[in-house]
Nanobody, 123 residues
């Protein structure tokens, strides 16, 4: 079983930065990703990280602004968000995939989920 716990959500001004953390416990997972869901919208994938070779993937909407990374010693994954925009406002979820197949940013490919942390960007 894999458990994930997010933290770091906050209210920030547009143009600001924020770092989200995802503490992961358990062993059988291959990908960790960040998803987000704004009110009235579908949940969307933001960034993913493959444990095997640290390969990453990003949604076009956050490329060059967000960075996903890992602290192996702490078993914690981060989402560094820069140049935040109003449209980045959402509940951010951390998720893990138990399959070694490329999980990408498809919600159905992730089997374990955290409860989320809220990010609010004011313009």
């Amino acid at each position: 079983q894999v458990q994930l716990e997010e933290s770091g959500g906050d209210s920030v001004q547009a143009g600001g930065s924020l770092r989200l953390s995802c503490a992961v416990s358990g062993y059988t997972y291959y990908y960790v990703a960040w998803f987000r869901q704004a009110p009235g919208k579908k949940r969307e994938g933001v960034a993913t990280f493959f444990r095997g070779n640290a390969k990453t993937g990003y949604a076009d909407s956050v490329k060059d602004r967000f960075i996903i990374s890992r602290d192996n010693a702490k078993n914690t994954y981060y989402l560094q968000m820069s140049d935040l925009k109003y449209e980045d406002t959402a509940m951010y979820y951390c998720a893990a995939s138990g399959s070694i197949e490329w999980a990408g940013l498809l919600e159905d490919n992730y089997h374990y989920w955290g409860l989320g942390t809220q990010v609010t960007v004011s313009s």
